[in-house]
T-cell receptor, first 114, second 113 residues
């Protein structure tokens, strides 16, 4: 069984640029969540996608947007990058039918904004 | 509002000693609770979860945690630390019906040989 995968592993961008991060959910999982983990902090919830629709959003501005595809994979897009966007971006998937929101995390994409 | 407090950003133990990592939560209703471990430059791995069944939860690698409603705590323990346990540990809560996890700020565990 393949776990959650993310690409790329590392990315360097400059301020003002746009970036797209990708996530493939674990087999059979239909819900994908994205988190931002700044250095020395715990992960912060960005948003969740279920059946290709946004299903909840944390306290992040609209320049953070996402997509989910029919195969349940997902993208996170960030426009107008700022220095504070430098972080580890984690994708997590959840299986259907669980009430307790168990989430399985990928290895993350390390984004550096210069 | 949900919040998670992990007391002690750094904990050091000797190899073979007891590991105790503290987690307290605030929630209007008993939430679901999780402990994750993060090794350097890696994602989060689930150690164990509390889903309102048994209050003493056993996880992987001999870790366990006890849900204490009266103390709003979910402390993580391991009887005997191993060098490979050195990592960052995160406590997380999910209120019933929520679609996301709220994480603490993490505790870095160092194991001294």
């Amino acid at each position: 069984e393949t776990g959650v995968t993310q690409s790329p592993t590392h990315l360097i961008k400059t301020r003002g640029q746009q970036v797209t991060l990708r996530c493939s959910s674990q087999s059979g999982h239909n819900t994908v969540s994205w988190y931002q983990q700044a250095l020395g902090q715990g992960p912060q919830f960005i948003f969740q996608y279920y059946r290709e629709e946004e299903n909840g959003r944390g306290n992040f501005p609209p320049r953070f947007s996402g997509l989910q595809f029919p195969n349940y994979s997902s993208e996170l897009n960030v426009n107008a990058l700022e220095l504070d966007d430098s972080a580890l971006y984690l994708c997590a998937s959840s299986p259907p039918g669980t009430s307790y929101n168990e989430q399985f995390f990928g290895p993350g994409t390390r984004l550096t904004v210069l | 509002a949900q919040s998670v407090t992990q007391l002690g950003s750094h904990v050091s133990v000797s190899e073979g000693a007891l590991v105790l990592l503290r987690c307290n939560y605030s929630s209007s209703v008993p939430p679901y609770l999780f402990w994750y471990v993060q090794y350097p430059n890696q994602g989060l791995q689930l150690l164990l979860k509390y889903t309102s069944a048994a209050t003493l939860v056993k996880g992987i690698n001999d870790f366990e945690a006890e849900f204490k409603k009266s103390e709003t705590s979910f402390h993580l323990t391991k009887p005997s630390a191993h060098m490979s346990d050195a990592a960052e540990y995160f406590c997380a809560v999910s209120p019933p019906g929520a679609n996301n996890l709220f994480f603490g700020t993490g505790t870095r565990l160092t194991v001294i040989p």
